[in-house]
């Protein structure tokens, strides 16, 4: 070690490069902006999807098909999975509390029971929404299906 390689501990040396503090900063002029044009300018911000003037990917793609912005989305929840909940804990009541709790839907999910699978148990089930063959499998067994 001699006094060409003195040089202070990593990490203890941590100064940013000041911009457009004068031509002796090596960092003035331009301020490493370039010459001319937009980004060169104050305020400039560029549009998202901007591609120099060409036409953006988002216009020159086709359009096609529909999004119905009313259209709600219901959580699918399988009647063997009910089974499963109601054999594991021995349920008698299951709503949409229950089935957050054991991780199956999130609060804000709505739920719609699906008639996949069987039920063997009577069992009070609440929910926003039933197929067909889900209500009467579990009205079958003598159990209730609730439409909250």
Same mark, same amino acid.
């Given at each position: 070690?001699? $006094?060409?390689?003195? =040089?202070?501990?990593?990490?203890?040396?941590?100064? #940013?490069?000041?911009?457009? +503090?004068?031509? *002796?900063?090596?960092?003035?002029?331009?301020? %490493? +902006?370039?010459?001319?044009?937009? !980004?060169? +300018?104050?305020?400039?911000? !560029?549009?998202? *999807?901007? #591609?120099?003037? =060409?036409?953006? $990917?988002?216009?020159?793609?086709?359009?096609?098909?529909?999004?119905?912005?009313?259209?709600?989305?219901?959580?699918? /929840?399988?009647?063997?999975?009910?089974?499963?909940?109601? #054999? !594991?804990?021995?349920?008698? %009541?299951?709503?949409?509390?229950?089935?957050? #709790?054991?991780?199956?839907?999130?609060?804000?999910?709505?739920?719609? /029971? $699906?008639?996949?699978?069987?039920?063997?148990?009577?069992?009070?089930?609440?929910?926003?929404?039933?197929?067909?063959?889900?209500?009467?499998?579990?009205?079958? =067994?003598?159990?209730?299906? /609730?439409?909250?």
């Amino acid at each position: 070690m001699d $006094l060409s390689n003195l =040089q202070p501990a990593e990490g203890s040396v941590h100064r #940013e490069k000041r911009i457009g +503090r004068g031509q *002796g900063s090596g960092r003035g002029g331009t301020s %490493t +902006r370039g010459h001319k044009g937009a !980004k060169s +300018r104050s305020g400039y911000s !560029k549009k998202i *999807g901007f #591609e120099g003037g =060409q036409m953006p $990917l988002q216009r020159r793609v086709p359009k096609y098909g529909f999004k119905n912005i009313n259209r709600v989305e219901y959580k699918g /929840i399988n009647l063997d999975v009910i089974q499963a909940l109601v #054999e !594991k804990f021995n349920l008698d %009541t299951i709503d949409k509390n229950v089935l957050v #709790e054991h991780g199956l839907v999130s609060k804000k999910d709505k739920v719609k /029971i $699906l008639g996949r699978g069987a039920i063997n148990a009577k069992v009070t089930l609440k929910a926003d929404k039933f197929s067909a063959s889900a209500k009467s499998a579990i009205e079958a =067994q003598g159990g209730e299906a /609730i439409v909250e």
